[in-house]
């Protein structure tokens, strides 16, 4: 993305959990001369700002509106319940949604798990705005929350601990960016991503033939013909 003064850089938005640093330091290795602006957002936030052209791509959890973005894959994360270090749950190395069943399962307004239904469990009083506000309740004594991984360890709280349930939903990470010809710096991104390394770069290196001309044939030891006797 062009800045005002002609300085390239790609920005990249990425959701609450996501860790996007290692990619970051590959990118500088890569292309010091390219800053990479990391922008933290929510899913919808991060998906609006692509398609206003603020963001060149994002880090950020399924389900979204694909119309008009590319989405691959990332990964698939851990489900887990977050409980006070001395609750029952803790007795476990893993729970099922029938674990929970008699549980207040705090359900934040910014969930972000894919519940094809009701929560297990009971419900609370009231619905906490955020996740933050979910864990200081569930800190507090006033019940459990069920959430990816990556955000129990974001609010990492030393008197609570979390167990994986083996049976509830996950959450899908992707990569997502405009559904339009990729610029160079998008390419070179989607090839940090998926591990590429320099050398097998699409961009033509200096020097050597373009991506997908035919090899040069190579020479063989010359063969002596067999003189014929008449």
Do not use: C
């Not at 207040?104 to 933050?132: F, K, M, Q």
């Amino acid at each position: 993305m062009g800045e005002p003064g002609g300085t390239a850089s790609f920005r990249l938005g990425y959701v609450p959990g996501a860790t996007p640093g290692r990619w970051a330091r590959i990118w500088a290795e890569r292309r010091p001369d390219v800053p990479l602006e990391l922008v933290g957002a929510t899913t919808d936030e991060v998906v609006d700002r692509i398609r206003a052209g603020a963001l060149d791509a994002g880090v950020v959890r399924l389900p979204i509106d694909r119309a008009g973005l590319h989405a691959i894959p990332l990964y698939t994360e851990t489900t887990v319940a977050v409980v006070p270090k001395e609750h029952v749950l803790t007795v476990v190395d893993e729970a099922g949604l029938d674990d929970l069943a008699d549980e207040i399962v705090l359900r934040p307004r910014d969930d972000t798990l894919p519940w094809p239904g009701a929560l297990p469990g009971r419900a609370a009083v009231s619905d906490p705005a955020t996740t933050a506000e979910a864990i200081e309740l569930v800190a507090a004594g006033v019940g459990l929350l069920v959430l990816p991984l990556s955000l129990a360890r974001l609010h990492h709280r030393r008197d609570l601990t979390h167990r994986p349930v083996t049976d509830a939903p996950q959450s899908s990470v992707v990569l997502t960016w405009p559904d339009a010809e990729n610029t160079e710096l998008m390419e070179e991104f989607i090839g940090i991503v998926r591990g590429r390394t320099p050398n097998s770069s699409r961009t033509p290196r200096q020097g050597g033939p373009p991506p997908g001309s035919p090899a040069p044939a190579k020479k063989g030891p010359a063969r002596r013909r067999a003189s014929r006797r008449r």
